[in-house]
């Protein structure tokens, strides 16, 4: 768990002890804290609130999301604590000097003095997983800071080495709508910690110099002797719910607008109603085609939900002593809008009266930019090469993930279906730079208290079985050719 207990409570108490004390400021002053990836949670202020138990929720809310647990081997262990030893003889806390290490432009410098702050990183970390009397491997490490700018940045967990490559643990904004999806889930969730992600990051060659070299290159000729698929990292469901964000996503906002229906029907005070919905602006290419299948879709949500009064009104209800209502609820996201593609998704969640809980279904709209057509998801494959196999092994290793795979099936029910049948009830899939996101039915994977899982397929998974010759070789290729997208979890891939 990446939570710091001890700086918590000693932040409680603070908190709590002050909070009679504290003035309003509303100063304007510069924050010269501008994170490279910003996730910065504003304290909300109001009285009566239990911060104990906001911070509490949060912490719940957030161990579940950990990503994939993946232990360090012996050799990597060894190589991480042997840089470690290099830098703790670095350490000279009168100076106020330690170990440091680069990030692309910036120089991350170990903290010698004064208070350290708190963090989440968004998985267990490696050192943890492999020596379990490790002590605080997760902790706060240092800060990084560029000559070039005011931008500085807050690493976490002493640096390691994994798959050939050093990583550490810094701030991120991937998830910086985590405090308003926990609020969906209980009413009080805050945070005063950053989120922190693994990144990769330059060991300096002086250090480098006095490790045992030998074993460090042998480590890594053993990561380029393996397929890509075997050491791959899993980003592992991220999410359960359609009210819940998608990570890595953008928002989008300045491409479209929301939009609101109010239906207006027989009875229209026993229906609630929450549809709101994009509509993107002009200036997207394709938006009147975009536009109007989603609107169709909202009418045909609404349709739907209306129908029910054919068979069955208030009145029949009342007469048979039943209290008659109806609810129809609409989430959707942006999954992509780029010079190529433009992809939704959106679900429709229904409640009837009666019904034990509420059950939604989603819809993806899938948008080819160079002729405002919509993606047939199956094209983007060449069909002799086996790819349903793949796309099925890809589903599982991210459903699965973190369990370990042969215990996958004491948590959910069946496997995963194939893209075909995914595609003909009732799970969607959304195409992206990423890769596939793949929202499956409540009910596809495992059951409705566990939720709606959405996974992402990255391309590097699939790659072989792309169709180089098909209808969207030239998106896949122009997909394939962005490197700034690489991560550990959705590595460099051709085409």
């Known amino acids: 768990m990446s939570f710091y207990k001890l700086t918590f409570s000693i ?9 009679s004390n504290i003035e309003t400021n509303n100063s304007e002053e510069t924050n010269t804290f501008v994170q490279v990836s910003s996730t910065t949670t504003a304290m909300e202020a109001g009285e009566g609130i239990d911060w104990g138990q906001a911070f509490s929720n949060f912490e719940n809310y957030w161990e579940p999301l950990l990503k994939e647990n993946r232990p360090l081997t012996d050799k990597e262990l060894n190589i991480t604590y042997a840089l470690r030893e290099l830098m703790d003889q670095e350490f000279d806390y009168f100076e106020g000097k330690g170990g440091y290490f680069y990030l692309e432009d910036f120089i991350c410098n170990e903290k010698v003095r004064g208070t350290s702050p708190a ?11 492999t020596d379990t009397d490790a002590y605080n491997p997760d902790g706060f490490w240092g800060y990084c800071d560029t000559a070039s700018s005011d931008e500085w940045m807050s690493t976490f967990g002493i640096p390691f080495f994994q798959d050939g490559i050093w990583w550490t643990f810094v701030n991120t904004d991937i998830y910086d709508t985590a405090i308003n999806d926990c609020k969906k889930v209980v009413e009080i969730c805050d945070s005063q910690w950053v989120l922190a992600t693994r990144v990769k990051i330059e060991i300096p060659e002086d250090f480098l110099a006095q490790l045992d070299s030998p074993e460090v290159e042998n480590v890594v000729q053993d990561i380029q002797d393996t397929s890509v698929r075997d050491y791959r990292y899993n980003r592992g469901v991220l999410r359960y719910a359609p009210w819940q964000s998608i990570p890595l996503v953008s928002k989008a906002t300045h491409a479209y607008e929301e939009k609101t229906i109010d239906p207006d029907h027989d009875y229209i005070d026993y229906f609630i109603y929450q549809i709101d919905f994009p509509q993107f602006n002009d200036d997207i290419a394709c938006s009147k085609e975009i536009n109007t299948a989603i609107t169709n879709t909202m009418n045909s949500f609404i349709s739907d939900k209306k129908s029910i009064l054919e068979n069955y009104t208030p009145k029949d209800a009342e007469e048979d002593g039943y209290e008659f209502w109806e609810q129809l609820l609409v989430y959707y996201d942006i999954v992509e809008v780029s010079d190529f593609v433009v992809s939704v998704i959106i679900t429709n969640q229904s409640y009837s009266f009666g019904a034990a809980h509420p059950v939604s279904y989603p819809v993806s709209l899938n948008f080819d930019l160079r002729d405002c057509s919509e993606i047939s998801i199956t094209k983007l494959f060449d069909v002799n090469s086996g790819y349903e196999d793949v ?3 890809e589903m599982q290793l991210q459903v699965c993930s973190p369990l370990y795979e042969d215990l996958c099936n004491q948590y959910f029910e069946k496997e995963p279906k194939s893209l075909i049948d995914l595609e003909k009830c009732c799970s969607v899939v959304a195409i992206s730079q990423y890769g596939l996101f793949i929202n499956f039915w409540e009910y596809e994977v495992s059951g409705y208290a566990q939720g709606a899982e959405l996974i992402l397929i ?12 098909g209808p969207y070789a030239d998106i896949l290729r122009e997909y394939s050719q962005m490197s700034w997208l690489v991560t550990p979890y959705e590595p460099e891939w051709d085409f």
């Open 11 to 19: 932040f409680l108490l603070i908190f709590v002890a002050c909070s």
């Open 119 to 129: 963090g989440y990183i968004d998985e267990t970390h490696p050192v943890q997983l």
């Open 391 to 393: 796309l099925l092994h």
């Open 458 to 469: 990255p391309w590097a998974g699939i790659a072989s079985n792309l169709d180089k010759d």
